[in-house]
């Protein structure tokens, strides 16, 4: 299987919580990322959290990080139709320069 | 802060020909960049990273005659794909790390991607 894995599409409401879900399989990542990349542009970095940590929030976003069962999730709270993207999970450690790891990303579609 | 830009935005070349990609950092000084490849519903690939002034460190299973990485200024790297054929179509995605430290956790700075179509 993949080293980051994750669903390929979501579809919500707008006004709903949006909930992408990741799961990862190397045990010493150190940094989990969420990146958000909009068509035909480059990668933008949401927010990370360390692999100590079990939550980070910031505004709309909530990252929740299991790392018993390596399942990482972002939530955006009041999801817009400006939040329709792609989405990204990737995962990095020491032992790799913390060069991220990409998952095949989640595209959000947000309907009104 | 922290742009990266992209030069073309698209291609589209004859089989056979090379072309060269530039990736720019605009208000930063990088040592250290990124080539990224990304296929349809496929998540980016890394090819290979650019350190200025030495050669690139390629991955596994990238031709590093095929793509040759130029990084001879702290602001700029270059990707020439040689030879260039049908199969070399994708999306191709440079980043950057601010030498002075600038970002998250060894943040990258993505460019905004280069379509390359060849014929």
């Known amino acids: 299987g993949e080293d980051v894995e994750q669903s390929l599409f979501l579809s919500v409401r707008e006004g709903d919580s949006s909930v992408i879900n990741c799961t990862y399989t190397?045990?010493?990542?150190?940094?989990l990322y969420w990146y958000k990349q909009e068509p035909g542009a480059g990668l933008q970095l949401l927010t990370y959290?360390?692999?100590?940590?079990d939550m980070k929030q910031d505004q709309r976003l909530t990252v929740l990080l299991n790392k018993k069962d390596k399942h990482l999730s972002l939530r955006i709270a009041d999801t817009q139709t400006g939040d329709s993207a792609i989405y990204f999970c990737?995962?990095?450690?020491?032992?790799?320069?913390?060069?991220?790891?990409f998952g095949r990303g989640t595209s959000l579609i947000v309907h009104p | 802060g922290a742009v990266v830009s992209q030069h073309p935005s698209r291609v589209i070349c004859k089989s056979g020909t090379s072309v060269k990609i530039e990736c720019r950092s605009l208000d930063f000084q990088a040592t250290t960049m990124f080539w990224y490849r990304q296929f349809p519903k496929q998540s980016l690939m890394l090819m290979a990273t650019?350190?200025?002034?030495?050669?690139?460190?390629?991955e596994q299973g990238v031709e590093k005659d095929k793509f040759l990485i130029n990084h001879a200024s702290l602001t700029l790297s270059t990707l020439t794909v040689t030879s260039a054929h049908p199969e070399d179509s994708s999306f191709y995605i440079c980043s950057a790390r601010d030498s002075s430290g600038r970002g998250s956790q060894n943040e990258q700075f993505f460019g905004p991607g280069t379509r390359l179509t060849v014929l």
């Open positions: 959290i360390f692999s100590n940590m």
């Open positions: 990737a995962e990095s450690r020491s032992g790799g320069s913390y060069i991220p790891t």
């Open positions: 650019s350190n200025e002034g030495s050669k690139a460190t390629y």
């Open positions: 190397d045990s010493s990542s150190t940094y």
